[in-house]
């Protein structure tokens, strides 16, 4: 009997090891609506967060509406201490934040849901617009693993879409990122699609992959050189 008792134990210690391997602590810059309600999110599936905005001891209420696993700070205090950064900040505002954490983010996976408008962001904007939002974050953010989601999808969607089997597009193109980025999605109560970063303007506001959709009408829109890059096991299918 004390032997069962002691694989059982081993057992509930191994599967306890691998949860808490399992969490983030992602650090989200920019706790607004789109950014608490994803945190949030987060929280409930079990990740860490740090909230963070110029006046972190305005976000009180929203940590403790997020739980135990929420916490503010400063936002160099979250790009040091997040194993992921979320962007969730006007797209204005990225040349000052690019200067505020220059080599501070480097080798991290970046979770952008920041979007460039031409009137909102004047030239920041207009000048991402033009030569791709992507391409825009990584200039600003060198040295970064990119991948970009939740582009167009407001916050009441997020939370009332959550666990509802809905499919958004999801942006990156190396492994780390897309593998972070798939997994948040997931954690968030969606079903991750992946594009390549070159059609990150396709899922911004208004664009053809924006908004939420079924999982095979979304999939539908990738070409089969997209499913072999991102998805190798369905190369020989989908030729």
Request: aromatic content about 6%.
């Amino acid at each position: 009997m004390s032997r069962i008792f002691s694989l059982m134990l081993a057992g509930l210690v191994l599967c306890t090891s691998q949860a808490m391997a399992d969490t983030l602590k992602i650090g989200v810059i920019g706790a607004g609506k789109v950014g608490g309600t994803l945190g949030t999110l987060w929280v409930k599936a079990g990740h860490s967060v740090m909230f963070s905005s110029r006046h972190p001891e305005a976000l009180a209420d929203l940590v403790k509406e997020a739980g135990p696993n929420a916490r503010a700070g400063s936002v160099t205090e979250a790009a040091a201490w997040g194993d992921v950064i979320v962007l969730s900040v006007p797209y204005g505002a990225m040349p000052a934040l690019s200067e505020q954490l220059k080599g501070k983010l480097d080798g991290k996976v970046i979770f952008s849901t920041s979007n460039p408008f031409g009137g909102r962001d004047a030239d920041v904007g207009r000048k991402a617009l033009d030569m791709g939002v992507a391409l825009a974050d990584q200039q600003y953010l060198p040295g970064v693993h990119l991948v970009r989601a939740f582009n167009a999808i407001g916050f009441a969607s997020m939370k009332g879409l959550s666990g509802k089997n809905k499919a958004i597009p999801v942006f990156a193109d190396d492994a780390q990122a897309r593998d972070i980025g798939v997994r948040l999605v997931r954690d968030a109560g969606f079903v991750p699609v992946l594009f390549p970063l070159a059609r990150a303007n396709e899922g911004l506001p208004g664009g053809p992959l924006s908004g939420v959709w079924r999982e095979a009408e979304l999939k539908q829109r990738r070409g089969v050189g997209e499913l072999c890059q991102h998805v190798e096991a369905t190369c020989a299918e989908a030729r």
